[in-house]
């Protein structure tokens, strides 16, 4: 199995700033991926962190507004850019261990004003 | 685009009884997932399928998966409180492990 764990765990932010939230993992993964909850909402694929290389983003999600970093195998940030209200959200990192079972972080609970 | 439709939205049980929630997809996928989430909470991981005809009990929870279907589902024997929570599907994104997650089913279960 693997923990997950991500920082902050929830912040609030001013309209134009940006926040970059660091997942760690505590055993290797073969992929990592990122994911916005909106409140009440299901879960959105942000994008695939990618180890040493540019990130894969989904439809409606580009790298100017999440940049997305993977230096190894158990790290990731995601950082969310010049943050307006239709960011807050639940940001959450997850890891692929094995083949099949991929385990979530807490989730960072991010309030923009 | 893989679409993934849960059903019920809203679920709200006795105690004692039994209920299925349903969930489709649309594409072809190699897995299919089910994840519990309480409030406030990340994700547990509940279940994992990967073939069809695949049947994974644990405890009060079965699921199942019908991969001609394109049909999980997701059965609850005997509820009790403490099953109460939000359940979530999720379908891989083209082989990719990247998932895509229905829109989830809020479980009440009351006395």
């Known amino acids: 199995s693997a923990v997950i764990s991500q920082k902050p765990s929830r912040d609030i932010c001013q309209r134009g700033t940006s926040l970059t939230i660091q997942c760690q993992v505590d055993s290797q993964v073969t992929m990592m991926f990122w994911y916005r909850q909106q409140p009440g909402q299901s879960l959105t694929l942000i994008a695939t962190a990618n180890q040493g290389s540019e990130a894969t983003y989904e439809s409606g999600f580009v790298i100017d507004k999440f940049p997305i970093s993977r230096p190894n195998l158990t790290f990731s940030t995601l950082t969310v850019s010049n943050m307006s209200p239709e960011d807050s959200s639940i940001y959450l990192c997850?890891?692929?261990?094995?083949?099949?079972?991929?385990?979530f972080g807490p989730g960072t609970r991010l309030t923009v004003l | 685009e893989l679409k993934v439709e849960q059903n019920p939205l809203f679920l709200s049980m006795q105690e004692g009884k039994n209920y299925t929630i349903y969930c489709n997809y649309s594409t072809t996928s190699d897995r299919l997932y089910w994840y519990r989430q309480d409030p406030g909470k990340s994700l547990e991981s509940l279940f994992v399928l990967l073939s069809n005809g695949a049947v994974k009990q644990e405890g009060r929870l079965m699921a199942s998966l019908d991969t001609k279907a394109r049909l999980s589902t997701l059965h609850i024997t005997a509820a009790v409180h403490d099953l109460s929570a939000t359940y979530f599907c999720?379908?891989?994104?083209?082989?990719?492990?990247?998932?895509?997650f229905g829109k989830g089913t809020s479980l009440l279960v009351t006395p």
């Open positions: 999720a379908v891989d994104i083209n082989s990719g492990y990247a998932l895509n």
């Open positions: 997850s890891g692929l261990a094995g083949r099949n079972t991929q385990y």
